[in-house]
């Protein structure tokens, strides 16, 4: 134990005296450092958006309260916001965040084209994102990896000193294996130290911080290995970059690129704009079909008032938000063709990130951090829950015929309490399992 000691004592000394050495570590620990706190000023950009639109919703659905009595015009008038609050981890991998939406706010017309009439952004500025940690690790950390671990023989080699070293030396490994752990210890501290600061200014659980330290071990330590296995026998530090960086180029870059292209050519889907469009002609054309017909289509899915469609006038506010529902519903086969083309896209994903470590550490850290398109999927389907929540709570209203109280009002869905009371239904769910 000693003589290890010694060795890693040595190899530390040494290190020291490599000013080159120094340089990359103080760009590593300078680059995690300004990656984490982009990341934060990201988050922190967004938790204060989410609470101005808050703010400024409550204030909006009060004033729409206090001018209008009818229910209709209630209806028409008052938004809700919904949104996904970033997690605790998000700073460290804004993953999805940068392409899918990550709030809205909704009212009782048809849910399809408040959900796809974001989906306008210019897919190739998307994919840019920004710099985070997952990226520094993921994308530029190997470079660091190899400038540190290719000439660890080499150098040596051309030195002349190679041939003395190991004579001399106890063991191979009491050499180069503390060189190597010297230097690995060095980059995966300077790497993660501002993660770990970043991780407890956003109030990250240690768990949430064991696993994220524990991958990211993984991934450097195969970047670290395959750099010492690829210059082992070499004697030309150069050549031995050279072939790293080419392995580097086709796990980050080419790797995902022909993944990305053989999914999008085989895994086909409408657009959100033709969704919207469908959806918009439904309504727009619902002016000029009979009432009947928007009845009828509307009953099919709601039969619980098939008694209570006939019309006293040319225009009630119960058709109006039959025609919208049946909107909805005509739209709703290229809507789930929609999302199960982009479910499918994903899994796909999955499969192609085995054959590229630094897409594959993409999808773990994104999925613990709550941003994946896993996530994006979940919002939507939460805003599509509570639309349908607010419909449930206007119907009656509409169609019942009976006099509206403002009182009421108060039992309307809230977003805050629709989330609250699904998470605690998977608690009690997950609870009742547990016990069977």
Not at 65 to 94: C, N, R, V, W
Not at 238 to 257: C, D, E
Request: aromatic share 14%.
């Amino acid at each position: 134990m000693s003589y290890m000691f010694k060795q890693l004592s040595r190899e530390w000394r040494f290190m020291l005296r490599q000013k080159y050495l120094l340089v990359l570590l103080g760009c590593a620990i300078l680059i995690s450092g300004f990656s984490v706190q982009s990341g934060l000023n990201e988050i922190e950009q967004q938790q204060q958006t989410i609470e101005r639109l808050t703010a400024a919703d409550e204030a909006d659905r009060i004033d729409a309260q206090h001018k209008h009595d009818e229910i209709g015009m209630l209806a028409y008038y008052t938004f809700h916001l919904t949104y996904s609050a970033p997690s605790d981890l998000a700073f460290a991998a804004l993953g999805e965040r940068d392409i899918y939406p990550w709030k809205h706010r909704i009212k009782m017309l048809a849910i399809e084209g408040q959900i796809y009439e974001s989906d306008t952004q210019n897919a190739e500025l998307t994919q840019a994102g920004k710099i985070d940690f997952l990226f520094v690790i993921s994308a530029l950390s190997p470079l660091i990896i190899i400038l540190l671990f290719h000439d660890l023989f080499a150098n040596e080699r051309n030195s002349g000193r190679y041939d003395l070293l190991v004579t001399t030396a106890k063991s191979p490994w009491a050499l180069w294996g503390a060189r190597g752990a010297i230097r690995f210890i060095a980059i995966f501290l300077c790497l993660m130290l501002p993660f770990y600061v970043g991780a407890w200014v956003s109030g990250a659980s240690l768990a949430a911080i064991g696993l994220v330290s524990f991958y990211c071990f993984i991934y450097l330590a195969f970047w670290a290995l395959l750099s010492v296995y690829w210059g082992r026998n070499a004697s030309s530090a150069p050549k031995v970059a050279s072939g790293l960086i080419g392995i580097w180029v086709l796990f980050a870059f080419i790797t995902p690129i022909l993944g990305d292209l053989t999914i999008n050519k085989f895994v086909h889907s409408p657009k959100g704009g033709d969704i919207v469009f469908a959806q918009r002609e439904a309504v727009n054309d619902a002016w000029d079909l009979p009432k009947e017909v928007t009845m009828d289509a509307f009953t099919a899915t709601y039969p619980e008032w098939k008694d209570h469609v006939a019309m006293q006038s040319m225009f009630e506010w119960k058709w109006y938000y039959a025609f919208q529902q049946v909107g909805d519903q005509i739209a709703a086969s290229m809507s789930q063709e929609y999302r199960d083309a982009a479910k499918k896209k994903y899994q796909l994903a999955g499969y192609a990130s085995l054959l590229s470590p630094p897409l594959l550490l993409q999808r773990i850290l994104t999925h613990l951090a709550e941003t994946d398109a896993v996530a994006a999927f979940k919002y939507e389907q939460q805003v599509r829950d509570f639309h349908r929540e607010l419909r449930l709570f206007h119907y009656p209203f509409l169609f019942a015929q009976g006099e509206f109280d403002k009182g009421e009002l108060a039992n309307m869905p809230s977003f805050e309490k629709f989330i609250i009371e699904q998470q605690d239904d998977r608690n009690t769910d997950s609870t009742q399992s547990t016990n069977k």
